[in-house]
């Protein structure tokens, strides 16, 4: 089984996917990360020269090539949830990471390393508010993240022996 986390961009994903894989002895990925090596390129770069139809496509292959991987703990590019489709490629348990709105934006404004195309356009806000049903049809457990270790154990507690 993999488990994939999801949520808005600054959510925390990779940093609870590290410490979650690391504790259920699982491999860990970040499907940006994985994608910027495979491509020798930024996530930036490849918005600028494919748009974001073109990056959706190679995020959605990735989640092919992981479809038939076991014990992975995926890390999804917040908008993963912009083709629907995508729920049919993630083969296991899809955990939502939820932050307040107030929170995402400081920690958005904060984050200057992660220059995030996306936010050239919009406000985390507006994101927020379009995507919000998108995360709930996706998700099949959520969790609050306070910090990353409640968070690691909000997700055990609800994923029971099932890991
Ligand atoms: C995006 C989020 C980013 C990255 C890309 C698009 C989005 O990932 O995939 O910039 O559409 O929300 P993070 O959620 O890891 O920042």
Redesign the pocket.
């Known amino acids: 089984m993999n488990i994939y986390l999801i949520g808005?961009?600054?959510s925390g994903?990779?940093s609870v996917g590290k410490v979650l894989a690391k504790k259920i002895n699982y491999e860990f990925i970040d499907i940006?990360k994985y994608i910027e090596k495979k491509h020798n390129t930024s996530?930036k770069d490849i918005?600028a020269l494919l748009g974001e139809d073109g990056?959706r496509q190679i995020?959605s292959d990735v989640l092919r090539e992981f479809y038939d991987k076991t014990n992975y703990v995926i890390?999804c590019?917040?908008?993963i949830v912009?083709n629907a489709s995508n729920k049919l490629l993630m083969n296991g348990v899809v955990v939502l990471i939820d932050v307040k709105l107030s929170e995402l934006s400081k920690r958005v404004l904060a984050d200057k390393k992660?220059s995030?195309?996306?936010f050239e356009t919009k406000t985390v806000a507006q994101?927020y508010h379009e995507r919000k049903d998108k995360y709930d049809y996706f998700k099949d457990i959520k969790v609050f993240n306070y910090n990353i270790k409640s968070c690691v154990n909000q997700i055990l507690e609800k994923l029971g022996g099932n890991v």
């Open positions: 808005m961009p600054a994903k990779s940006d996530v918005f990056f995020e890390s590019g917040g908008g912009v992660n995030r195309p996306l994101l």
